[in-house]
């Protein structure tokens, strides 16, 4: 592995002595790939560039907000006009008004919203909405689905089927976690069994129903249709999040794709535009219990921020125009079948998918299911790959675990040039 890259080492050992690790957010320090992370100067378009200069074609896109491309003229004017007249006031504005409305048109599940600063408020919201308003503290989530780091949803499974999870991080108090059931994705009868055996003591059922955050996995049409009809026959919330997925895999979400009326929906990512804006939202008979109306606690200093929402107000606008989401996901889908033929030449096990803007890649020759079968991919050769695209000017997540993300900037040439790269790159690990 060839890090050359002399201001990025200088950089992350700087980073280091006043930062854990050197990094704001774990993935980034490479500790998956092994090198050193690339301190990015600036982002336009599909590219970034590094310390030294060089520049990447980027399939993070800040992990999914910069689907409109990095750096967007109509973004970074209505973020300049609105930083112009004031950056916070905690006081409410018709902006919020605005993106709230635009959001419920959207996603037609959602009657009422709540602005937040990130997905892990979102989700964190919507779980104390979900025990608040059944008056039940269990909760259900999948493994290998992530839903930002707070202490109920960072847990992986017990050691029996059924048993409650144990923490994913130090500092979680088992007391949190005993509350959360973990069980395994797209697996119907456990979701079955797990009704049978406890449904009138569930709170809610969260889940990503296009999962980003243990590579790309569907969930299958089945899964998501017997999880809505447990929800409802038990009384239980049924939490969709969106965080990623929204405005990623299609305009109105995953649940639009599937055709599945979630209880609540987690937002964040797209809809911040690269700034902090998340929210959950939902039937208004649920938002109703929150505060100042209900008794369900929630509150931000940046909440509904002006500069921030501004910012989403006009990405929500820019996905919105006509044809914006045939081509990014045409564009998504060439990408992922020239990585794959190019693989093929050089006859390495790899396959991929896609939704929309969203993609994964798989060393391995079956497109996963299940968290297990993502796991059991070929990581050795992904960090080679990984590395010998860095080298060649392409910034893949750095992590086999790992969803990438297309922008609506990342036109033929771009796609193009990304392949030709891959070409070289499987030629040298086969
Ligand atoms: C990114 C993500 C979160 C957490 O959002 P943050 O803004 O990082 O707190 C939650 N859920 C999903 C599905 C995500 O992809």
């Known amino acids: 592995m060839t890090d050359t890259t002399s201001k990025n080492d200088t950089l992350f050992a700087r980073a280091q002595q006043t930062t854990p690790g050197g990094v704001n957010s774990p993935v980034r320090a490479f500790r998956s790939v092994g090198g050193t992370p690339r301190f990015i100067t600036r982002a336009e378009g599909p590219y970034f560039w590094d310390a030294d200069g060089k520049r990447y074609i980027d399939y993070i896109g800040s992990w999914g907000p910069a689907i409109v491309g990095h750096a967007h003229p ?24 605005e993106i709230a409305e635009e959001l419920c048109r959207l996603v037609p599940s959602i009657e009422q919203v709540r602005l937040v600063s990130s997905g892990t408020e979102a989700t964190m919201s919507a779980l104390r909405l979900a025990r608040g308003a059944t008056g039940r503290d269990k909760i259900v989530k999948f493994e290998g689905c992530y839903h930002g780091h ?32 973990v069980l395994d994705y797209n697996n119907v009868p456990q979701l079955e069994d797990a009704f049978a ?86 039937r208004a008979d649920l938002m109703h219990n929150m505060a100042p109306i209900g008794p369900v606690y ?65 060393f391995s020759n079956q497109v996963p299911s299940t968290y297990g079968q993502m796991m059991a991919g070929d990581k050795e050769r992904f960090n080679r790959f990984f590395h010998g695209m860095l080298d060649e000017g392409v ?12 922008s609506s900037a990342h036109d033929d040439a771009v796609i193009e040039e990304t392949v030709a790269a891959a070409r070289r790159v499987f030629a040298r690990i086969a």
């Open 74 to 97: 109509k973004v970074v004017k209505a973020v300049q006009d609105a930083a112009a007249r004031g950056l916070s006031f905690g006081a409410p504005t018709e902006g919020e008004i």
């Open 150 to 181: 707070a202490d109920s949803l960072l847990v992986k499974a017990g050691s029996g089927l059924l048993t409650f999870g144990n923490p994913t991080s130090a500092g979680v108090p088992e007391d949190f976690v005993k509350h959360t059931l």
């Open 197 to 282: 055996s406890m449904g009138d003591t569930i709170a809610c059922v969260i889940v990503e129903a296009v999962a980003g955050n243990m590579n790309l996995i569907r969930a299958t049409p089945d899964f998501l249709r017997r999880m809505r009809e447990l929800c409802t026959e038990y009384g239980a919330v049924l939490i969709f999040d969106e965080v990623m997925s929204g405005f990623r895999v299609g305009l109105g979400g995953a649940q639009a794709l599937y055709g599945i009326t979630p209880d609540l929906t987690a937002l964040g990512k797209v809809i911040g535009g690269g700034l902090p804006v998340a929210a959950f939202g939902g």
């Open 298 to 362: 929630q509150a931000g200093t940046l909440s509904g921020n002006p500069v921030a929402v501004a910012a989403g107000m006009t990405t929500l606008k820019l996905v919105q125009e006509p044809g914006f989401y045939e081509k990014l996901g045409a564009q998504t889908a060439k990408l992922v079948e020239g990585l794959t033929a190019a693989a093929q030449e050089a006859g390495v096990a790899f396959c991929g998918d896609a939704v929309g803007g969203m993609f994964g890649m798989y």
């Open 395 to 406: 910034y893949f997540a750095p992590a086999m675990f790992e969803a990438g993300f297309v």
